[in-house]
């Protein structure tokens, strides 16, 4: 009995001492620290907004806030960081990132159509994969956020990703006319 | 100040891609309550608590907020309360200090002042969330927003589409759910809904049915016209609901009701409008012993939000509500006139000043006009000081009113049908509350947050009851008591692994009543509201891969008079997903006594345990 009791005890010690040590992440959390990264491994063609480096969010409060957490902590190429909440097409001027959060398109349908008019990187959170116009977009891959990219869309944008950040990426939608060009990347 | 390299937050600042993208994620719901919401004692019930708790109704979702107690009467009835004032049945004093709007629309009775519960449903995976307010509202929400309001907020048509299909069945309940939806056009979207139940019995403390059971079929639609972006959005809603209940030996009632709102949203650069219009019928008719009716009431809303330069952020608004009502009298309990259109008008402003980066000042003012009690002045005035993102410090002062009813004003009531025993009152005016609160909201670390609530009220003109000069009856409502409250309430999260979250709860009450000058001091200062001094609530969520197993235990104090024993309750409920579409659950309520009681009267009963298992299916 008494073994047991002390079984028990040194269970529940474990199980605190692990619980102290957990750093427990959210995926917004996660999502918003790769927003930072992303921006060091794109580089943005010469008429891109100039002034302080603007990162915006629709549709998805969790992520702002986050992003707003990490503020002080991050800066882009050395540039100040804005994070901007955007409801209207005009809130998109000055906009180096652009994140749309998940939820169905049809509400961020023409925020998207202003974003990929522009030297904009437009990072989604859509479930039916990169098809939503976003040059990344996140997946889930079990406990992990993941993230795709569309060349395509980058090419549109007319933004260069760097190759290291293909390289983690979970998967990589190719030009459709060569196959090879991620290797002229590298 | 700035935080060491164990802060979570620099730690994901310093991580690289490949690190990022090997960080375990938590799975289990995040907490809405943004600190930077307003400066007010709110919990919010997420859309992911009310299905990962396994609740059918909206009463029984709200016992999830730690700032609410409430009482389930029967199988059909609830009384439901912040801050006190839970009503007292034996009396006629119903829980009429709390507003409950869904989606903008009132579902305060205005006859009786109070809320037919029985009367209120929705798609239960349509809601997008449950604001919970403790406390005064009446600057933005009018009369009645007195100890607390309720928002229940459906989902807007484009977050529903596709088709969910929910079946249940237990040995309590067994319920039907089916919901389609589509878009159209370039941004529009629609949904339509239709779902039913058959509710079983409570029980007599013999264990005998008590003779309770009821059912509903409802079916409803909401469309909403403009996404995101778009300057002008429109949103149209409606829903009719038909009822048969059992009770008991006085037979069946049945009731029908309908409704239809209509809103139009326009934003430009500082400026975003709202008008709303909203229209509501309900037809209910009882056995020959009760009191029927029917009740329209039809809404229009005005409301304009301005941003006045750099430190100003006006709201203003009016309002107009037309309540048209035709009761139908009994010899025993009647209404002289048994038919009337109240009207309730309304102009307010509310403007929030940020003094500086970390402080902001809000101060409004409401005129409120009702057809008993002409005028009344509600003002709130709020602080809210952050001195960081994740901590909130807030203080406020208000004043709010309970609006007299035909219940208060035009009833007469008689035991033999001849000799009038209860009158109402036409010099019957509001009860008053002045109400100061304090609060803090903080997350010390991304695993942890927590908020708490003091408040101190001052309460008067509170319904009594009087006797006639001379003659004793017919006795008639006053305005005699008054007093004060204090309490407080605290909840937290703690998110203690990634796969597990623990939330405890507790408010706390104490009430100091008394009668005024001159009153005749009958039946006690307890017929104000029959409220335990304490509820607490325990709630822990787990997920392990595709299944989730979610339980909330729950302590309510003993009711003092007529006394009610404390109890403790739990419910839980363990799931499957089988894939994104497919969900099984097995959920328990009540689980821990056989039967139990929340509310001592005559007329209330006992309240049983119940099992129910389900099948949910998206596509």
Same mark, same amino acid.
């Given at each position: 009995?008494?073994?047991?009791?002390?079984?028990?005890?040194?269970?529940?010690?474990?199980?605190?001492?692990?619980?102290?040590?957990?750093?427990?992440?959210?995926?917004?959390?996660?999502?918003?620290?790769?927003?930072?990264? %992303?921006?060091?491994?794109?580089?943005?063609?010469?008429?891109?907004?100039?002034?302080? %480096?603007?990162?915006?969010?629709?549709?998805?409060?969790?992520?702002?806030?986050?992003?707003?957490?990490?503020?002080?902590?991050?800066?882009?190429?050395?540039?100040?960081?804005?994070?901007?909440?955007?409801?209207?097409?005009?809130?998109?001027?000055?906009?180096?990132? %652009?994140?749309?959060?998940?939820?169905?398109?049809? +509400?961020?349908?023409?925020?998207?159509?202003?974003?990929?008019?522009?030297?904009?990187?437009?990072?989604?959170?859509?479930?039916?994969?990169?098809?939503?116009?976003?040059?990344?977009? %996140?997946?889930?891959?079990?406990?992990?956020?993941?993230?795709?990219?569309?060349?395509?869309?980058?090419?549109?944008?007319?933004?260069?990703?760097?190759?290291?950040?293909?390289?983690?990426?979970?998967?990589?939608?190719?030009?459709?006319?060569?196959?090879?060009? +991620?290797?002229?990347?590298? | 100040?700035?935080?060491?390299?164990?802060?979570?937050?620099?730690?994901?600042?310093?991580?690289?891609?490949?690190?990022?993208?090997?960080?375990?994620?938590?799975?289990?719901?995040?907490?809405?309550?943004?600190?930077?919401?307003?400066?007010?004692?709110?919990?919010?019930?997420?859309?992911?608590?009310?299905?990962?708790?396994?609740?059918?109704?909206?009463?029984?979702?709200?016992?999830?907020?730690?700032?609410?107690?409430?009482?389930?009467?029967?199988?059909?009835?609830?009384?439901?309360? !912040?801050?006190? *004032?839970?009503?007292?049945? #034996?009396?006629?004093? *119903?829980?009429?200090?709390?507003?409950?709007?869904?989606?903008?629309?009132?579902?305060?009775?205005?006859?009786?002042?109070?809320?037919?519960?029985?009367?209120?449903?929705?798609?239960?995976?349509?809601?997008?969330?449950?604001?919970?307010?403790?406390?005064?509202?009446?600057?933005?929400?009018?009369?009645?927003?007195?100890?607390?309001?309720?928002?229940?907020?459906?989902?807007?048509?484009?977050?529903?589409?596709?088709?969910?299909?929910?079946?249940?069945?237990?040995?309590?309940?067994? !319920?039907?759910?089916?919901?389609?939806?589509?878009?159209?056009?370039?941004?529009?979207?629609?949904?339509?809904?239709?779902?039913? *139940?058959?509710?079983?019995?409570?029980?007599?403390?013999?264990?005998?049915?008590?003779?309770?059971?009821?059912?509903?079929?409802?079916?409803?639609?909401?469309?909403?016209?403009?996404?995101?972006?778009?300057?002008?959005?429109?949103?149209?809603?409606?829903?009719?609901?038909?009822?048969?209940?059992?009770?008991?030996?006085?037979?069946?009632?049945?009731?029908?009701?309908?409704?239809?709102?209509?809103?139009?949203?326009?934003?430009?650069?500082?400026?975003?409008?709202?008008?709303?219009?909203?229209?509501?019928?309900?037809?209910?008719?009882?056995?020959?012993?009760?009191?029927?009716?029917?009740?329209?009431?039809?809404?229009?809303?005005?409301?304009?939000?301005?941003?006045?330069?750099?430190?100003?952020?006006?709201?203003?608004?009016?309002?107009?509500?037309?309540?048209?009502?035709?009761?139908?009298?009994?010899?025993?309990?009647?209404?002289?006139?048994?038919?009337?259109?109240?009207?309730?008008?309304?102009?307010?402003?509310?403007?929030?000043?940020?003094?500086?980066?970390?402080?902001?000042?809000?101060?409004?003012?409401?005129?409120?006009?009702?057809?008993?009690?002409?005028?009344?002045?509600?003002?709130?005035?709020?602080?809210?000081?952050?001195?960081?993102?994740?901590?909130?410090?807030?203080?406020?002062?208000?004043?709010?009113?309970?609006?007299?009813?035909?219940?208060?004003?035009?009833?007469?009531?008689?035991?033999?049908?001849?000799?009038?025993?209860?009158?109402?009152?036409?010099?019957?005016?509001?009860?008053?509350?002045?109400?100061?609160?304090?609060?803090?909201?903080?997350?010390?670390?991304?695993?942890?947050?927590?908020?708490?609530?003091?408040?101190?009220?001052?309460?008067?003109?509170?319904?009594?009851?009087?006797?006639?000069?001379?003659?004793?009856?017919?006795?008639?409502?006053?305005?005699?008591?008054?007093?004060?409250?204090?309490?407080?309430?605290?909840?937290?999260?703690?998110?203690?692994?990634?796969?597990?979250?623990?939330?405890?709860?507790?408010?706390?009450?104490?009430?100091?009543?008394? *009668?005024?000058?001159?009153?005749?001091?009958?039946?006690?200062?307890?017929?104000?509201?029959?409220?335990?001094?304490?509820? !607490?609530?325990?709630?822990?969520?787990?997920?392990?891969?595709?299944?989730?197993?979610?339980?909330?235990?729950?302590?309510?104090?003993?009711?003092?008079?007529?006394?009610?024993?404390?109890?403790?309750?739990?419910? !839980?409920?363990?799931?499957?997903?089988?894939?994104?579409?497919?969900?099984?659950?097995?959920?328990?309520?009540?689980?821990?006594?056989?039967?139990?009681? #929340?509310?001592?009267?005559?007329?209330?009963?006992?309240?049983?345990?119940?099992?129910?298992?389900?099948?949910?299916?998206?596509?």
């Amino acid at each position: 009995m008494k073994v047991r009791v002390g079984v028990l005890l040194a269970i529940l010690l474990g199980l605190c001492a692990t619980l102290v040590q957990a750093a427990v992440f959210s995926a917004d959390a996660v999502k918003a620290a790769f927003l930072y990264r %992303f921006a060091s491994y794109v580089e943005w063609p010469s008429d891109a907004p100039s002034g302080p %480096f603007v990162i915006a969010v629709a549709g998805d409060e969790g992520v702002a806030q986050q992003l707003d957490a990490l503020q002080p902590r991050m800066s882009v190429h050395g540039r100040p960081v804005q994070v901007r909440r955007v409801t209207r097409a005009s809130d998109l001027v000055g906009v180096h990132i %652009f994140y749309v959060g998940p939820g169905p398109m049809t +509400r961020t349908r023409s925020l998207r159509a202003v974003a990929i008019s522009r030297p904009i990187l437009l990072v989604t959170d859509d479930q039916d994969g990169i098809r939503g116009g976003g040059v990344i977009n %996140f997946v889930e891959a079990g406990r992990n956020v993941r993230f795709e990219i569309s060349l395509l869309a980058a090419d549109r944008a007319r933004l260069k990703i760097d190759s290291a950040l293909l390289s983690v990426a979970a998967h990589v939608e190719m030009r459709p006319q060569a196959s090879n060009d +991620r290797g002229s990347l590298q | 100040m700035m935080a060491n390299a164990t802060d979570p937050l620099t730690q994901l600042s310093r991580m690289s891609l490949e690190e990022l993208s090997k960080v375990e994620v938590t799975s289990v719901s995040k907490s809405a309550q943004g600190l930077n919401a307003a400066p007010a004692s709110i919990y919010v019930i997420t859309s992911e608590e009310i299905h990962r708790s396994g609740v059918l109704t909206i009463p029984e979702a709200l016992r999830l907020a730690p700032n609410l107690q409430i009482e389930q009467i029967n199988s059909q009835e609830y009384q439901i309360s !912040a801050r006190g *004032f839970g009503g007292h049945l #034996e009396v006629q004093n *119903f829980s009429n200090k709390i507003l409950i709007l869904i989606d903008g629309r009132s579902v305060y009775n205005p006859l009786f002042s109070g809320v037919a519960y029985d009367a209120q449903d929705v798609v239960m995976d349509d809601i997008d969330r449950i604001e919970v307010i403790s406390g005064p509202g009446a600057t933005l929400w009018g009369s009645n927003a007195m100890n607390g309001v309720i928002n229940i907020i459906t989902k807007n048509s484009q977050d529903t589409t596709g088709t969910l299909l929910r079946a249940s069945a237990g040995d309590q309940e067994t !319920a039907l759910t089916a919901r389609y939806g589509g878009t159209f056009g370039e941004d529009n979207a629609i949904r339509i809904y239709a779902k039913g *139940f058959d509710r079983g019995p409570s029980e007599l403390v013999n264990g005998d049915s008590a003779g309770d059971r009821w059912h509903k079929v409802q079916t409803g639609f909401r469309s909403d016209l403009g996404g995101a972006g778009d300057p002008n959005r429109f949103t149209v809603q409606g829903d009719y609901q038909n009822v048969t209940e059992n009770a008991g030996a006085f037979g069946d009632v049945g009731f029908d009701q309908f409704d239809v709102l209509g809103r139009w949203e326009h934003s430009s650069e500082r400026v975003s409008t709202r008008l709303q219009l909203y229209f509501d019928r309900t037809e209910r008719d009882q056995p020959p012993s009760g009191v029927g009716f029917t009740l329209n009431t039809c809404d229009l809303d005005f409301q304009q939000t301005l941003g006045l330069g750099a430190r100003h952020h006006l709201v203003w608004g009016l309002g107009r509500r037309y309540n048209d009502y035709d009761i139908v009298n009994t010899p025993t309990l009647f209404f002289v006139p048994d038919s009337r259109t109240l009207e309730l008008t309304n102009v307010f402003a509310q403007d929030t000043i940020s003094l500086s980066d970390h402080f902001k000042l809000t101060a409004g003012l409401k005129f409120e006009e009702n057809s008993y009690s002409g005028w009344s002045t509600l003002p709130d005035l709020r602080v809210a000081w952050s001195p960081n993102d994740r901590t909130l410090v807030w203080a406020s002062g208000a004043r709010a009113v309970r609006a007299p009813t035909p219940l208060d004003v035009d009833v007469r009531e008689s035991a033999d049908g001849v000799n009038v025993f209860l009158q109402g009152n036409p010099q019957f005016d509001t009860e008053k509350v002045d109400a100061y609160e304090i609060g803090y909201r903080a997350q010390p670390h991304t695993s942890i947050s927590w908020s708490v609530a003091a408040y101190y009220d001052e309460y008067d003109d509170l319904r009594t009851i009087e006797p006639a000069p001379g003659t004793f009856v017919p006795l008639h409502w006053g305005n005699l008591m008054e007093g004060s409250t204090y309490g407080f309430e605290l909840w937290a999260n703690w998110q203690a692994t990634s796969w597990w979250r623990l939330s405890p709860g507790y408010r706390y009450l104490h009430e100091n009543l008394e *009668f005024s000058p001159g009153a005749s001091q009958l039946l006690g200062v307890e017929q104000a509201g029959n409220d335990p001094v304490s509820r !607490a609530t325990l709630k822990s969520s787990m997920d392990f891969g595709r299944w989730s197993v979610d339980a909330m235990l729950r302590y309510v104090g003993k009711l003092p008079s007529p006394e009610n024993p404390s109890y403790t309750e739990l419910g !839980a409920r363990v799931a499957w997903r089988a894939s994104d579409a497919f969900e099984l659950s097995v959920n328990g309520s009540n689980l821990l006594d056989d039967r139990h009681s #929340e509310y001592a009267v005559p007329t209330a009963r006992e309240i049983r345990r119940s099992i129910y298992a389900e099948v949910r299916w998206t596509f």
